[in-house]
Nanobody, 114 residues
Framework: VQLQASGGGLVRPGGSLRLSCKAR????????MRWHRQAPGKQRELVAL???????NYADSVKGRFTISRDNARNTMYLQMNSLKPEDTASYFC?????????WGQGTLVTVSS
């Protein structure tokens, strides 16, 4: 199982980024997928999740600004991040569970700064 996250970078406050997470080795369409983030010196936190059926849920801190989605044909999950704030600065990780075990991508760094 492999999860490869990409799309991070440096963006000004108020800007947008789209993260991608490509999955290999799982039956992607059957898996719930999640985005987490970890800021320096802080615990990792769940940002958003999307079920196999498309149900979504978000952390209060990103509701209305971030949108999680999935493309089952491409085995890829996305996180559209709008109206970014400095406090969104973190490494973002994608995650799923498969056969009773959790799998994590390598993380992609998002820096929001002027």
């Amino acid at each position: 199982v492999q999860l490869q996250a990409s799309g991070g970078g440096l963006v000004r406050p108020g800007g947008s980024l789209r993260l991608s997470c490509k999955a290999r080795g799982i039956n992607f369409r059957l898996n719930a997928m999640r985005w987490h983030r970890q800021a320096p010196g802080k615990q990792r936190e769940l940002v958003a999740l999307i079920s196999s059926g498309g149900y979504t849920n978000y952390a209060d801190s990103v509701k209305g600004r971030f949108t999680i989605s999935r493309d089952n044909a491409r085995n890829t999950m996305y996180l559209q991040m709008n109206s970014l704030k400095p406090e969104d600065t973190a490494s973002y990780f994608c995650n799923t569970d498969y056969k009773g075990r959790g799998y994590w991508g390598q993380g992609t760094l998002v820096t929001v700064s002027s």
